[in-house]
């Protein structure tokens, strides 16, 4: 052993100061002793403290990030600790720094997530962007696609607009807008241009006025657009997707008989008729349906049953007309019911939404005079002023009346829009002109002075009742033609100011003439969250709202550009290109 204690050889042992029996080192190595640290002599990575034993000759090394062997402060082979690249998922760790991912829990790395709390993974901010939802305004983006808005702009989400690139007497009517399911948007309306650009490229068309639909990206990118082609003139005033088979619904009115879409549309004898046609997700035209009398028609809105089948409203003549609803079959046009609603005065229906239960929910104004009645078969309803707006919910399998509701005001009032929160209750956008209510509810105090306020509603889906109302605007006009729920539960409202203008959150500014107003509001209690107006110093008006259900806003309208005031949405003035009036459409993002 080497070792002589009191004149008595020792057996050699792992502290005896003398490298011997099976020791690769001083009393280190080997089966018996303990690991050498490094720089000493050894044979296998056992016998090292860092379980690496290499070179020529073979000596203990240091701990590094690549030895193949968890050693040092290395929390699993190779990674962790205060030295080594951080560990993937599945990997030992002692704190969130050993991760790549940020994130260790129960002693493992765990894989990215969008809800961690943590920026990792593709994410391009904090658990958005990548491979998780869009980031709202104002977060880090790589690119487009990381935004709700659709914009990245030196890294930062923000808002994008458009507009058509020839402006020639180019106009929209509410329902101008309809969500993809991608997170892009629909956009129909009419042009007396015969060379009609979106942005791909000259769209062209008889002289007159032509309808047209388009579809474009979430980032603004046109990616099919059509008109209808007609001979003769015809409008297009509203458009709708079904998100269960992708299919497109836009309706409008023509004059005489023509084509639309390809398909016949003929004359019914009197001046405008009422038309829906249907066209694939690609823009493929499906079908033309007509509806008309000897007086005037038209479909003013459209909505899908979440089996395909179409819901329109309108006008129905002769006479001064009436509100007017159908159900058509989604696969031929053909009618399954439809009912008219008669009265003593011009009476018409604009807006309708589908409820969750498949119930259709419509809205519109009747009457000329006080007294003036609205006949709905097991409901009447009676003006109170010279003309005024109505809610009604209709059996989606029949068209049944099931409860009608007045917009009752001694003045005037008008039913705009509707739309039904998931729970079934519905939500009503009007305008009125002097103090009034809904439903039969408290009597709004108007927050304003002028024209016409606008007015918001919670009905009970069941029975109509009022759940709450409040009407407010400024010194004009404060029209909505647009709603929905946005994927965060919110109310959202938009349309047309003709004066400045408060709707709860402050004075909005008003730049002239008509500007573009967007609001948000709670559905359990009306607050209002939000309020903002876009304008310039001439016609800037709404006419058409998206919601996305990626969370973004989409607004489109219709403009005459001043160049002393040019639109301008956030992200710089719109350019002047025509002499008239042009469309534009704007990405807001999540909160205008």
Known sequence: ???????????????????????TGLDCGGPACAPCGTGVTCSIDQDCLNSVCEGTPTTCSAPTCSDLTKNGAETDEDCGGPSCPACSAGATCGGPSDCQSGVCGGGTCQAPGCSDGVKNGTESDLDCGGSCSPCPDGGSCGGPLDCVSGACATGT?????????????????????????DGGFLMTGHTASTNLNLGGGVMAAPAGWDG???????????????????????????VATSPSTGRVAVVGEYVGATTLGGFAAPSFGGGLEGFVTLLDSTGAFLWTSAFGSSGDDDLRGVAFTSGGDVIVVGRRGPGNGDAFVARLDGASGATVWQRTFAGNGPDWAQGVAVSPAGDVVITGTFGAVADDTIDFGTITLTSTGEREGFIAKLSGATGATIWASLHANPFQSEGMAVTVLPGGDVIYAGTERSPGSVAGGPTHVLSGSGEYDLVLSRLSGASGAPVWSWARGGTAYEIPHGIGIDSQGRIVVAGGMSGPANFGTGPLAWAGSWDTFVVMANPADGAVLSAVSYGGSSDDYAHGLALSPLGNVFVAGWWLHQAANPLDFGDGPQPKAGTGFGVVWASLGSTP
């Open 157 to 181: 989400c923000g808002v994008w607009s458009g507009r058509s690139a020839r402006e020639s007497h180019e106009f929209m009517r509410a329902g101008a807008l309809a969500p993809w399911s």
């Open 212 to 238: 047209f639909v388009a579809r474009f990206s979430r980032t603004g990118q046109l990616l099919w657009g059509k008109r209808l082609g007609s001979p003769a003139e015809d409008r297009s005033l509203a």
């Open 1 to 23: 052993s080497g070792v002589c204690d009191s004149n008595v050889c020792v057996v050699a042992s792992c502290v005896d100061g003398v490298k011997n029996a099976q020791e």
